[in-house]
């Protein structure tokens, strides 16, 4: 007997492209957020040469995935810099944060989806 709490997740989420808008949830990043069901959610990033996210954590873990540009990340005790075509993953609940060092679009996968990003 499982223990995990069922889903009704449809076949299909489709976003067309039209369909979406950027929104400004801090000065200097622009967020767009893309296909989604209660289980995964795809979000577009881009962010402006000098913008610094806060040092967060949440429950969700976080695939990265960098389209183009150059940021700087701090995930738990590690820090490092990616560029485009680099990849990483957050596990939930590990603080974290991002530099901006010059123009950059991000691609983040979170599981499960984000609720506080569709409010």
């Not at 680099?86 to 123009?103: I, K, L, Y």
């Amino acid at each position: 007997m499982s223990h995990l709490k069922k889903i009704d997740v449809p076949s299909l989420a489709r976003v067309p492209a039209d369909a979406v808008e950027f929104f400004t949830p801090e000065p200097g990043l622009r967020r767009r957020v893309l296909a989604h069901n209660p289980n995964l959610m795809l979000v577009e990033h881009h962010m402006e040469v000098g913008w610094a996210g806060a040092r967060h954590s949440h429950p969700h873990d976080q695939l990265v995935y960098v389209i183009s540009g150059h940021l700087k990340f701090s995930c738990g005790d590690e820090e490092f810099e990616a560029r485009s075509g680099d990849s990483f993953v957050v596990r939930g609940g590990v603080e974290h944060q991002a530099w901006a060092f010059e123009p950059s679009v991000v691609l983040d996968v979170f599981t499960p989806s984000r609720e506080d990003y569709m409010s």
